[in-house]
């Protein structure tokens, strides 16, 4: 165990005196600033003021003014039904409505895990490959380590830089959302949007759910990645697949969702967003726990076929 802890630092150590690493992670700062500034001081629609006493009255004004703008203006035909709707249901639920904070900032960056996935992909595409690429293999295969504890270190090296990118965003856009919006307390309650209409939840369960969802996709695609990199021994070939399946997956997923077949598919399975808030899932047949088996099967069959390919392959003439 000693040997590969010290393995796993040496990895971390590695993709730490990159540049590129730092170059992710300020991109990253970068984006979540730059978003809240728009937010904050760019007409973005989101409601930074609290309502008064007689907030009833305000969203009842509100309302009517929206209704009539609709009259007057086509396009918010489009956008204005949402809010009015919303307003409603705050009105017959007897619910003051919170200004917009600093948690359903952290939420909103829920989107940006896609982000995270490609960096990640990035990392896990080249971090086998380019041993190969080096010649510095053979130095790593001399050692009296097996080769599954390296390749494990390896892996688990990758698991931990996207907790590390994930862990950054999340302390990136609380103090973000913080310092420009505020905290409507510890765990506010916020009115979601669901398949079944609108509904109170805890904020903090609405972020878990949403990174958590996006999570699962980023492990599945840098797995992939890691896979590719292993097998072929090119980081190109492996971020371009990743990526372009990530991508494409769900559209492809579209084209042949009325086979039976294709809820075996990986991309059909990654989005656990589908058996939550009243969705339904995009395949008849499929439940979470038929997607959570497919992933599981996939993953098994990535990491396997990375371990054949490392373990069996002669290095002699790299």
Not at 10 to 26: F, V
Request: net charge negative.
């Amino acid at each position: 165990m000693n040997n590969f802890l010290k393995l796993v630092w040496n990895e971390q150590i590695k993709l730490y005196a990159k540049k590129s690493t730092w170059i992710m992670i300020a991109l990253i700062a970068a984006i979540v600033i730059g978003a809240g500034l728009l937010a904050k001081f760019m007409d973005s629609g989101i409601q930074t003021e609290e309502y008064g006493a007689d907030w009833q009255s305000e969203l009842q004004q509100e309302n009517a003014a929206l209704a009539k703008e609709m009259e007057e203006d086509e396009f918010a035909q489009f956008s204005n039904p949402f809010t009015i709707q919303k307003n409603e249901y705050y009105l017959e639920n007897d619910i003051k409505p919170l200004p917009y904070d600093g948690w359903e900032y952290v939420l909103e960056n829920a989107a940006l895990t896609s982000l995270l996935s490609l960096f990640t992909i990035i990392i896990a595409a080249g971090i086998v490959s380019n041993e190969f690429k080096w010649g510095t293999i053979k130095l790593l295969l001399i050692r009296p380590i097996s080769r599954s504890k390296i390749l494990l270190s390896k892996y688990v090296s990758v698991l931990l830089f996207a907790l590390m990118l994930l862990v950054s965003m999340l302390a990136a856009s609380w103090l973000v959302g913080a310092l420009l919006f505020g905290l409507n307390g510890a765990s506010p309650m916020i009115v979601q949007e669901t398949a079944a209409g609108f509904e109170q939840t805890s904020v903090l369960k609405e972020i878990l759910l949403g990174y958590g969802f996006g999570m699962v996709t980023l492990v599945m695609m840098a797995t992939f990645a890691f896979m590719i990199s292993t097998i072929f021994r090119s980081s190109g070939m492996a971020i371009g697949l990743a990526i372009f399946l990530m991508f494409a997956g769900n559209t492809l997923v579209m084209f042949v969702s009325q086979y039976s077949w294709s809820k075996y598919i990986l991309f059909a399975n990654t989005n656990l967003q589908q058996y939550f808030n009243g969705n339904e899932p995009i395949i008849e047949g499929m439940s979470l726990a038929f997607s959570l088996t497919v992933l599981a099967i996939y993953f098994a069959i990535f990491l396997a076929a990375a371990w054949t390919a490392f373990t069996k392959r002669d290095i002699a003439g790299n």
